[in-house]
Nanobody, 115 residues
């Protein structure tokens, strides 16, 4: 059984930084790729950052250079470092694990950026 728990969200001023964490329970964290997504009201869920088992990362152009994903396999945790935050970054942020053809999701953490 896999459980993902996000933390670190909150209210932040535009231009500031924030780091999200996602702690995973269950064995084998280091064996699976991880990703961060977000969903704003009325919009589709979008992928923000992905990291492979080997540590290779991938970002869409919309956040490239501002967001950084990393993982600590010893702590079963994946992080999302966000900088130069904008009002349009306001959304619920979700952690994702792809395991055996199935997508596992956390409950999400709200990030609100005030302009």
């Amino acid at each position: 059984q896999v459980q993902l728990v996000e933390s670190g969200g909150g209210l932040v001023q535009a231009g500031r930084s924030l780091r999200l964490s996602c702690a995973a329970s269950g064995a084998g964290f280091s064996l699976y790729p991880m990703a961060w997504y977000r969903q704003a009201p009325g919009k589709k869920r979008e992928m923000l950052a992905a990291i492979t088992v080997g540590g290779m990362t991938n970002y869409p152009d919309s956040v490239k250079g501002r967001f950084t994903i990393s993982r600590d396999n010893a702590k079963n945790t994946v992080y999302l470092q966000m900088s130069s935050l904008k009002a349009e970054d306001t959304a619920v942020y979700y952690c994702n694990m792809k395991r055996a053809g199935y997508d596992y999701w956390g409950q999400g953490t709200q990030v609100t950026v005030s302009s």
